[in-house]
């Protein structure tokens, strides 16, 4: 039995500058920044944190700055990507990508995983983005196996 009030809350990224991180993240990606906490109380945090927000949470994701992190290992046990849904129709993803080239993104690969069409970028500090749109959720109410597909992503607005 599924509990429609449990749901992913946030996700905080450790990045190695605010001052670079909140620009790609607010610009780029279309977030809001929200808040600051860099006051004493970023002691009890271990850093300086941006809050950020696509505007129906009070945030979505939050930036850890520290300056001396490393980028992790890809065959180390930790985050792999963190997904973004930015809307449910292929136009929205169309208009990302748009917005990406205009702001020099270069894309790591897409994909269709048929529940969802995706864009992967990497962030300043080399985490693996992905914006995404919702197919019908028809697609994955009658098959949730349909999930585990993954193949490249075929647009003609690609190139």
Do not use: K
Not at 29 to 43: F, H, N
Not at 138 to 150: C, F, G
Request: aromatic share 6%; with cysteine.
């Amino acid at each position: 039995m599924t509990d429609p009030q449990r749901r992913l809350g946030h996700v905080v990224l450790r990045v190695r500058s605010l001052a670079v991180s909140v620009p790609f993240y607010t610009q780029v990606l279309g977030l809001r920044e929200v808040a600051r906490l860099d006051g004493p109380e970023r002691d009890i945090v271990g850093g300086e944190l941006a809050f950020l927000s696509f505007g129906s949470n009070h945030h979505d994701l939050a930036l850890l700055q520290v300056p001396q992190a490393r980028p992790a290992d890809p065959m180390c046990a930790g985050l792999v990507h963190v997904a973004l849904r930015i809307g449910d129709d292929i136009q929205t993803l169309q208009a990302m990508h748009e917005r990406l080239r205009a702001h020099g993104v270069q894309l790591a690969h897409t994909r269709d995983h048929e529940v969802s069409q995706s864009l992967y970028l990497r962030d300043p500090d080399g985490i693996l983005i992905e914006l995404f749109v919702d197919a019908d959720p028809a697609l994955w109410a009658d098959r949730p196996e349909a999930v585990a597909t993954v193949r490249p992503l075929r647009v003609d607005w690609l190139g």
